[in-house]
């Protein structure tokens, strides 16, 4: 089954130990998305890329990267985990024909739980 | 700007008991897209339903069914003889179209946690 899958499902690290998360999908979509998202809260987008072409949420901190290799591939990347981003981390895909395309549906993966000690 | 608000940050039920989630959305567009999302406890976001803003009709699929209402703004989805399984997060959502909207941005609401009792 065409699927979005995140590795690992629950990652600890230590603050300001740098962590990165993984997300690969199968359905050949074209945009990739990463959220973050707290307890109790709404999902909260912090980037995503459109084919290649990165687009940062304009309040998402320095401290957030990502990259995206292939098609197949996204990763985030927080350099310096603090307290505060211990969060569930959402990878999304969707697939957009145009830059005036009409919203797909966004495919989301099963998330990773980061924790900070 | 974009805002999608749900009121009910929580209900609870009694198995079989009908449920009704609103959600109510501002944009100032034309055209956009409206979505519903299923969180479980497991976190998972499951795709529900995707419904574009020229298509009022209602939509049924088996014990769920949603009530769009362009006039109100409106797009609740309804449960219908709930079960335990249902008891999760239920986010509504909003998407524009449009070449500002490369990479269909979702707005969500602040999302309704259903408890459905035994």
């Known amino acids: 089954d065409a699927m979005v899958i995140q590795n690992p499902r629950y990652q600890v690290t230590q603050f300001g130990k740098p962590v990165t998360l993984s997300c690969s999908q199968t359905?050949?979509?074209?945009?990739m998305y990463w959220y973050q998202q707290k307890s109790s809260q709404a999902p909260k987008l912090l980037f995503h890329?459109?084919?290649?072409?990165?687009?940062n949420e304009a309040d998402t901190p320095d401290n957030f990267q990502s990259r995206r290799p292939n098609t197949s591939f996204c990763f985030l990347d927080i350099r310096s985990p603090g307290l505060g981003d211990a969060a569930m981390y959402l990878c999304?895909?969707?697939?957009?024909?145009?830059?005036?395309?009409?919203?797909?549906?966004?495919?989301f993966g099963p998330g990773t739980r980061l924790t900070v000690l | 700007a974009q805002k999608v608000t749900q009121a009910q940050t929580e209900i609870s039920v009694v198995e079989k008991e009908d449920v009704t989630l609103d959600c109510v959305y501002e944009?100032?567009?034309?055209?956009?897209?409206l979505f519903w999302y299923k969180q479980p406890p497991s976190g998972e976001l499951v795709f529900l339903i995707r419904?574009?803003?020229?298509?009022?009709q209602n939509e049924i699929s088996g014990r769920y069914s949603w009530n769009f209402q362009k006039s109100t703004s409106s797009f609740n989805f309804t449960i219908t003889a709930s079960q335990v399984v249902d008891s999760a997060v239920y986010f509504c959502?909003?998407?524009?179209?449009?070449?500002?909207?490369?990479?269909?941005?979702?707005?969500f609401g602040g999302g309704t946690r259903v408890l459905v009792k035994p």
């Open positions: 419904r574009n803003s020229f298509d009022e």
């Open positions: 999304a895909t969707s697939r957009q024909i145009g830059l005036a395309g009409a919203p797909d549906t966004q495919y």
């Open positions: 890329y459109y084919d290649k072409d990165f687009n």
């Open positions: 944009t100032r567009d034309t055209t956009y897209y």
């Open positions: 959502a909003l998407s524009e179209a449009g070449p500002e909207a490369a990479g269909n941005k979702l707005t």
């Open positions: 359905l050949n979509h074209n945009v």
